[in-house]
């Protein structure tokens, strides 16, 4: 018995068994989309919204709005933000930070008051943070364009020009 055992270890070592087809290679990745996916946006603890973002105002007379909310531009609106802009280094207090704000908000607003037929019933109007958020390292604002409180009609009708 022995003998078997050992003849038919040499002929499983000088025979080796027949090979097994390769198997089939795995199909190919779906290629990358063309375009990159969008990176998660930015969170704030205040309001900030994308330029050409219509808005109501919670602070304007009459608002049935208790915090800045985005509508439609066709719909009737109290702003319309025109731009982001990022406060500088140094701000140490509320006030200087709503005065850096409406500094860095100006060129803006004089630019999109023109597009409309200059003068108006615009004001400047950015959504100012507190300076417990710019201690915080927020730096970002959006500024905005409101119709002057008084004028009529009250409310924008359509995104600007």
Not at 51 to 80: F, K, M
Not at 104 to 123: M, N, S, Y
Request: aromatic letters at 8%; one cysteine or more; charged letters at 15%.
């Amino acid at each position: 018995m022995a003998a078997l055992v050992v003849a038919a270890a040499v002929v499983a070592l000088l025979w080796p068994a027949p090979k097994k087809p390769a198997a089939a290679p795995p199909p190919p990745s779906p290629s990358p989309s063309p375009s990159p996916s969008p990176s998660p946006s930015k969170t704030y603890p205040y309001a900030f919204f994308a330029p050409g973002t219509c808005l109501l105002a919670p602070w304007v007379r009459n608002s049935p709005v208790e915090a800045y909310t985005a509508i439609p531009c066709d719909q009737p609106h109290d702003s319309e933000t025109i731009a982001n802009v990022v406060l500088p280094e140094g701000l140490t207090d509320d006030h200087s930070v709503i005065q850096a704000t409406l500094e860095l908000c100006k060129p803006g607003f004089t630019d999109a008051q023109q597009r409309q037929g200059g003068g108006g019933p615009f004001v400047n109007s950015p959504l100012v943070p507190l300076s417990t958020f710019y201690q915080q390292g927020y730096r970002d604002v959006s500024c905005a364009v409101t119709v002057r409180e008084g004028q009529e009609p009250r409310k924008m009708t359509g995104p600007l020009k």
